[in-house]
Structures are given as C-alpha cells and as structure tokens.
C-alpha cells in the first residue's frame, strides 16, 4: 500500500480485535513511534493496557478492546499541538501502510489511567489507538472545497488541487474540520479556526496535503 492509498483507506476505528498484538509488530510500532519523536514530540506504545479506555466516556465513545495506543507528549511552551499532529498522523499514516486501524483521542479516554504520565515540562496532547479492527468504519462527511479553500476548484493547479482533496481526507476532533487553505504564490498556506483540537487537526491537516500534494505548505 502506498501512502496516499492509506489516506484514502484511514478512517476512524474504535473496535478492535481482542487478541494480543504479535511481538514482530509491536517491534515495528515501537521502532515507528521513535522515528516518529523528537526533541519536543514523544511517542510511545502502549500495550495490552486494559485501564486507559476502561471509563464512562471511552464506553460512551464506542471504544471496544481499545488495548493498544501511542501516547503523545510534548514539552510544555513550544508550539506542540501542531507538530504532535504532524508527526502522529505520519504514525498513523504508517500504521494504515502496516495493516492495523487506529483512532486519534484526545477526550474520550482517561489521561489518569494512561500508562504513561509526563514529567513537570511535559503534557499528554492526544493518544492514537491501535489494532486489528473489528468493523469497517464509515468514510466521514466532507465540506465542499469552497468551504475551507477560497481558490476556485476551476483555477486550481493539479497539485493544489490533490493537496485539497487529502485535507478534507483528513481526521479532525469531532470531525470539524476547521481549517483554511490558500495559495501564495506557488505555496498552499493551511491556517486553523478557532476551537478545541484545532491546532492538533491543523498538523494532521498540513500531513496529509503533503503526501497527496507532494508540495510542501506553511
Ligand atoms: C485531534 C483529534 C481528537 C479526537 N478525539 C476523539 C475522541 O476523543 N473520541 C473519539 O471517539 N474520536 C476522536 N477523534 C476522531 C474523530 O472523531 C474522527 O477523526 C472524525 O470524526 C473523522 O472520522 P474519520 O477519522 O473516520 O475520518 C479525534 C480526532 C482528532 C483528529
């Protein structure tokens, strides 16, 4: 499967197979949050944790043997939303391309439970979850592009145009998909809205309209 294929096939999984996870391929997730860190991103893999999605709002969410996930933490002060979601839906990316399902979270779990807790300068931003799905998942709605591109789909050029499809591709918190693309010049420019998660959608969002653009955007 290429990258782009996996943009295409992601969607939001929340019911997972039950049995564990095999050695190999926790081998290979863990080797893929550590090229996916950085000095203000880590990622780490969490297995077999049956307390993290074991609360009222991970059970009202829908979440089903949700045993395995990426926790993402970043220092406190740099731009860290932005980038957690730049680097962690390349993971995702490369998760789909490896044959598992994912969900990104950033309410729905319970962050005092989690596995993993951060030091002083750190804070958790979202966790991914990981698995075999149990369920095919649902395409999500899209905006039309006039809605979140202020270029008319008749003057775009090919590449911008592929960028715009894989953003609106693109997981955003409760689907809001609260983000605006414009051309400069020959360079996209993605801003986000205001709201909860927006920043984090924005990395995401600025992920996927590279690997379908094969631009890079500010
Ligand atoms: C930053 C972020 C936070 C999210 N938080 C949650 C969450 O707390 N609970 C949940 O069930 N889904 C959560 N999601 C998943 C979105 O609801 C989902 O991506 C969106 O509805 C689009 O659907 P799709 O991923 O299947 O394309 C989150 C997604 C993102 C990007």
Not at 129 to 147: A, I, L, N, Q, S
Not at 167 to 182: E, G, R, S, V, Y
Request: net charge positive; aromatic share 8%; with cysteine.
């Amino acid at each position: 499967m290429t990258i782009k294929e996996a943009v295409k096939l992601r969607r939001s999984i929340r019911r997972y197979k039950p049995d564990p996870l095999p050695d190999d391929l926790r081998v290979k997730l863990a080797s893929l949050a550590s090229q996916c860190s950085t000095d203000d991103i880590s990622i780490r893999l969490i297995c077999d944790d049956k307390a993290c999605f074991d609360t009222f709002l991970a059970h009202y969410g829908k979440f089903e043997n949700a045993y395995n996930y990426f926790v993402l933490m970043g220092r406190k002060g740099a731009d860290i939303d932005e980038k957690a979601g730049y680097l962690g839906q390349k993971l995702v990316l490369e998760t789909v391309m490896s044959g598992l399902s994912t969900c990104w979270v950033g309410g729905t779990y319970s962050k005092g439970k989690c596995k993993v807790q951060p030091d002083k300068d750190e804070r958790i931003i979202c966790v991914i979850t990981v698995g075999y799905p149990d369920c095919e998942g649902t395409k999500h709605r899209t905006k039309p592009m006039d809605k979140i591109c202020s270029v008319k789909e008749a003057d775009m050029p090919v590449w911008f145009r592929n960028g715009v499809i894989g953003a609106l591709l693109a997981p955003t918190a409760m689907n809001q998909q609260n983000f605006h693309i414009d051309l400069d010049g020959d360079e996209a420019v993605i801003t986000a809205g205001a709201g909860v998660f927006t920043k984090v959608d924005l990395g995401i969002v600025k992920y996927n309209f590279e690997v379908t653009s094969g631009h890079k955007c500010r």
